[in-house]
């Protein structure tokens, strides 16, 4: 059996971020997965494919849908709360709480 390192991201569930690279460059929405085991996130409206349906006794008639597929972590960045613009994340004491805080702008991120 082996054994897989899971990873910790900056990036969670609820984040509005933007693509950096890719076919859906410029593009940003809310991210809807986080897989740490993979790396990856799932985005929604971003990196839509079709997805081709046989019927079955379950869903009844098949037919094509629209998928989110999930984007490699390095290929988002969040979005800073002030300028609207990819930004770093770093970490800061607040009182007794570490909080999340935006490189470009120094504010916090909630």
Do not use: W
Request: aromatic share 2%; with cysteine; glycine share 10%.
């Amino acid at each position: 059996m082996t054994q897989c390192k899971i990873n910790k991201f900056r990036i969670k569930k609820g984040d509005k971020v933007v693509v950096l690279t890719g076919r859906d460059k410029g593009k940003s929405g809310e991210v809807k997965h986080v897989n740490p085991a993979e790396s990856k996130v799932t985005v929604q409206g971003v990196n839509v494919q079709t997805k081709h349906r046989k019927p079955s006794q379950t869903t009844g008639s098949g037919g094509i849908d629209k998928v989110e597929a999930p984007l490699h972590i390095s290929n988002v960045a969040l979005v800073d709360p002030k300028t609207g613009k990819p930004t770093r994340i770093g970490y800061k004491t607040v009182g007794d709480r570490k909080v999340r805080v935006a490189k470009r702008s120094g504010e916090q991120m909630e």
